[in-house]
């Protein structure tokens, strides 16, 4: 004759549903962290196109600047020059001045400046390791081997001009549409 127990029927199923919830978390945890990193990547790659855009913008109006000098050639003396040029105040070469993506909201580039004074090429300060290694437009072809952004120098050589440029520190006002 079966012995009856009074009260609750034994349960081995104890702590189960515990460690489900528990490897639901952990699922769930890799899964966020993974599209965080994506997220990162992808904000990262944005960001280097936008370099590569500001950069070359300034590239172009400090060369289009130095070319249109009549007797003298020179660079500008400031970045405000590219916008309004004192030698000619209804000529511009930049819209709108562009702060430097990776500066993180300081908006500060490193102005390279040529033994005159003048403004050679602007460098980010971004000591991060660059996403892109190839595929650069034509005449960026030396930022594959560069391992930090700062190494992506917009620079403009003329000629007769000494290729040795002093940096200095500036500060742009933050303008983040193109």
């Known amino acids: 004759m079966?012995?009856?127990?009074?009260?609750?029927?034994?349960?081995?199923?104890?702590?189960?549903?515990?460690?489900?919830?528990l490897v639901a978390v952990v699922a769930l945890g890799i899964v966020v962290e993974t599209a965080t990193i994506q997220t990162s990547h992808i904000h990262q790659r944005e960001r280097e196109e936008e370099l590569l855009f500001r950069g070359q913008a300034y590239q172009h109006a400090i060369r289009a600047y130095y070319a249109s000098g009549k007797i003298?050639?020179?660079y500008p003396k400031s970045l405000e020059d590219l916008l309004t040029d004192p030698r000619a105040p209804n000529r511009h070469y930049l819209r709108a001045l562009y702060s430097d993506p990776f500066a993180r909201g300081k908006g500060e580039w490193v102005l390279m400046r040529a033994t005159d004074g003048g403004i050679m090429g602007v460098v980010s300060q971004c000591t991060d390791i660059p996403l892109k290694k190839n595929n650069f437009?034509?005449?960026?072809?030396?930022?594959?081997?560069?391992?930090?952004?700062?190494?992506?120098?917009?620079?403009?050589?003329?000629v007769g001009q000494p290729s040795v440029a002093v940096p200095a520190t500036?500060?742009?006002?933050?303008?983040n549409s193109r």
Request: charged share 20%; hydrophobic share 35%.
């Open 170 to 175: 500036t500060t742009v006002p933050n303008v």
């Open 72 to 74: 003298t050639k020179t």
């Open 137 to 158: 437009p034509i005449g960026l072809e030396k930022f594959e081997t560069a391992k930090t952004y700062a190494e992506w120098m917009f620079d403009v050589q003329a």
């Open 2 to 21: 079966p012995i009856l127990t009074v009260g609750k029927p034994r349960n081995n199923q104890r702590g189960f549903t515990y460690v489900m919830v």
